[in-house]
Each structure stands twice: as structure tokens, then as C-alpha cells.
């Protein structure tokens, strides 16, 4: 009964598609839980250390955590858009007192070796990361091949289109006062990141693009047409820009 149950939930997984946002909040807010738990009653000595892995596209940076003693099932732990962290340790060291031998991959290790970010504050990563995140997002729900990975190509550029903001965000909000920030960290950004774009600073050699239009859903589409190909009168800049 029990097997026939597995296979069924098993069959059930595979016929899905994709997780819905609903589905995926759940599975979120449940992860974030389990980190607040309390320590794990008799929980096992463990040993950790900093492994690197070969792979056949360059080495991998891990964390390796395991029971002092014995053999022990395996986890792998992907880590989410914020990579290798502190956090992500924690998590690998509590799985490993329950008696499991945990492996954390940093899935960045092809561009950066970790830690990606130096803070697990998300509010203070959150602009430098959020066009890397978004892009990231796009690929895999809106992608031809649905795919996160697809999205890191655009790590640098990406990285460095946050700092273009966020740094003079920062800047101009300590040295002008709390009123300036939004409106010049924007404008200043968008004009590093323009100049850069232009000159192919950091921007992938490979371009992603939507699918074919004849293969998009029926919901990405409303009834309204617009062919961006047509002639439009040039708006002036001074006019886009004017309130």
C-alpha cells in the first residue's frame, strides 16, 4: 500500500510542469520554519570542512558537513539565488546532527568563488541582487528551456548593474542627506549602466530572448496587438522625462 502510495505521488510529480506561486510560497515559508526550530534533541558531534570539486566545467567550492562517526545517508543542498552563506551552513549542520552527511554546492563556482554576497541581511543585498534575481526568474518561468541557469550568464553584468545603483544610492544618501538617494542613486545608475551597455562592458556574447510569439501561451497575450515595427513619431527626451 505504502509503495503503491509512492508511486502514485511519484507519477503525480512528474505531470507537473511547474510549481504555482502558491505552491512555491508555501515550500518557501516552510524552509525559512524549519531554520527557526530549536536544536535537534540528541543531536550527533559532527565534523565540517571547505571541499573543492571537479567538474567538467571548472571546480566547485563546497561545504561538507557529516557525523563524526559511522555512514550516513547523503543531502545535496542547492542554495537559493544568494548562494554559499553562513545561513546556508547553518542549515547543513543541523541536517548533518540528525545524522546525514550534507554537501552545499556553490552553483556560482563557473564565475565567483563564495561567498557571493558578504551579508545574509537580504535588505541590504536586495537592490544589488534584484536585477540578477528578476533576470534569473525570467528565464526559468518564461524561458523556452525553463531554466535558472540560463539566467547566470548575465551574472557580471548583472552584479554590476545592482552596485551601479546601489553604491551611489548609498553615496548620495550620506554625503546630500536622506532626500536625495531616490531620486539621483537611480538616475546615476541607469547612466553607468547605459554607457557600459553600450560599449559591451561585462554583457554576455550569447542573447537570450523570449520564444517564438507563435508558441506563447494564450494567458501571456491580451487582445491588444501592437506592432513595434511600425513607424512612431521620436518623442524628446526632455518631454519623456517631464512629469
Known amino acids: 500500500m505504502c509503495d503503491d502510495q509512492t508511486v502514485a505521488g511519484d507519477n503525480e510529480y512528474l505531470r507537473m510542469k511547474n510549481l504555482t506561486r502558491r505552491q512555491f510560497g508555501v515550500l518557501s515559508a516552510g524552509a525559512g520554519l524549519s531554520m527557526l526550530l530549536p536544536r535537534t534533541a540528541n543531536a550527533q558531534e559532527v565534523s565540517e570542512s571547505e571541499i573543492d570539486v571537479t567538474t567538467p566545467d571548472g571546480v566547485a567550492d563546497c561545504y561538507f558537513v557529516h557525523p563524526s562517526s559511522g555512514a550516513h545517508p547523503g543531502v545535496l543542498i542547492w542554495p537559493d539565488a544568494f548562494g554559499l552563506r553562513p545561513a546556508k551552513r547553518q542549515m547543513a549542520r ?123 501561451p494564450a494567458n501571456w497575450t491580451g487582445k491588444l496587438r501592437i506592432d513595434i515595427r511600425g513607424k512612431s513619431d521620436a518623442m524628446p527626451l526632455w518631454r519623456a522625462w517631464t512629469p
Open 94 to 216: 543541523r541536517l548533518a546532527a540528525s545524522g546525514y552527511s550534507v554537501l552545499v554546492v556553490n552553483q556560482y563556482y563557473r564565475t565567483q568563488r563564495a561567498p557571493i554576497v558578504e551579508t545574509t541581511n537580504f535588505a541590504e543585498a536586495r537592490g544589488t541582487l534584484m536585477p540578477l534575481i528578476m533576470i534569473m526568474m525570467m528565464t526559468r518561468f518564461f524561458g523556452a528551456n525553463r531554466s535558472w541557469s540560463e539566467g547566470l550568464a548575465i551574472l557580471p553584468f548583472a552584479i554590476f548593474g545592482g552596485l551601479a545603483f546601489t553604491v551611489p544610492y548609498y553615496l548620495t544618501g550620506v554625503f546630500l542627506g536622506p532626500e536625495f538617494p531616490t531620486i539621483l542613486g537611480a538616475l546615476i545608475g541607469m547612466a553607468i549602466v547605459t554607457f557600459a551597455a553600450k560599449r559591451g562592458f561585462l554583457v554576455p556574447k550569447k542573447i537570450w530572448d523570449f520564444p517564438a510569439v507563435a508558441i506563447w
